[in-house]
Each structure stands twice: as C-alpha cells, then as structure tokens.
C-alpha cells in the first residue's frame, strides 16, 4: 500500500516540483513570467508529458528513501533511550535529526540527476533519461557531482526532522496514551 501511495505522490509532485525548479533555474533571461505561465510554455513545447519530466528520478528518490527514513529514527532512538523508559526530548530530536540526514544522503544523488533532468528542456543540457544523465554527470564531473548540495540539505534536513519527530512523538502521547 505504501508503494501505492508513493506512485501517486510522484504523479502529483513531478508538475509542481518541475515548475518551481525551472522558475529557480532562471538566472538571466526571464522565460517563465510565473508558475502558470510555465506551465503554459511546458505544455505549447513539450506536451503534457514535460510537465513530468524528471518524474522517474523522483520515484527513485523518494520511494526508497522513504522507505529508509524510519530505520535511523528507530535506530539512534533506541541507542539514546535507558531500556525500559521511554524516550526523552533529546533522544527523539537527535533520532529525528539523524534519520533527515542518513535520509537526504541517500537521496542527494537522485536528486541532482532529477533537477539536471527537470532542466533539460529549459535550455539547460539534453539528456535523454535517468541512465543518460547519471553517466554524462559521472563522466565529466566524477563521483561527487552526484553529493553538490548534500551538507545544505543535511543542515535543513537536521532541525526540520528533530522537530517532526518531536510533534509527532508528542502527538502521539498526547491522544493515544499507551494502555497498561
């Protein structure tokens, strides 16, 4: 069920996430005068199937990294909690932290192939899918293109998931106390 959910998520977020990358990929010439306008102009150029594009390196992304996102939670959670209490404040928010950075870790590599992608029919450079794209990248920028914007994303990805966690630890406590 949860690949399900995933499948669907990547059918909704491709367009948007085209979108907002191609409008932050402008740099000197204004092609797009606002999101609607973007769409318009991906659609006259590319057809309904470029508000997509980049939509298969989401997936891979995004479903397994999902899927991993719980695994450090528990883990780390777990190492900093005395057996038998139950979690504090430190153990969940450093637990929450870790599991965003292990998590955008995993991802960062999708996710430069999935913006390189996305824009690739912006006037950025062609490439004819994920494949393609990964071994040109490889080929002339080496291993590390693969981690650009890694460390920005573990430092938004650290507070950001220490604080999910946290609410959702509290949440959780709040309205469905553990029966005993």
């Not at 491709?14 to 102009?41: E, N, S, W």
């Amino acid at each position: 069920m949860e690949l399900v959910g995933q499948c669907f998520q990547v059918c909704v977020y491709a367009p948007i996430d085209l979108v907002k990358v191609r409008l932050q990929g402008q740099t000197t010439v204004q092609r797009y005068r606002g999101p609607v306008h973007c769409v318009a102009v991906i659609l006259n150029e590319e057809g309904p199937k470029g508000l997509f594009r980049g939509g298969l390196a989401i997936a891979l992304r995004d479903i397994p990294c999902y899927g991993l996102y719980f695994l450090p939670y528990e883990v780390t959670r777990k190492a900093l909690t005395k057996s038998g209490k139950e979690p504090g404040t430190f153990a969940i928010m450093m637990a929450g932290g870790m599991a965003g950075v292990v998590t955008w870790a995993f991802a960062t590599p999708m996710d430069v192939v999935k913006a390189r992608l996305q824009m690739s029919g912006a006037g950025g450079r062609e490439y004819t899918g994920v494949l393609h794209c990964v071994r040109v990248s490889y080929r002339e920028e080496g291993a590390r293109v693969f981690f650009k914007g890694l460390l920005l994303n573990s430092l938004r990805a650290f507070p950001v998931n220490a604080i999910t966690f946290l609410s959702y630890e509290s949440l959780m406590r709040m309205y469905c106390p553990p029966t005993r």
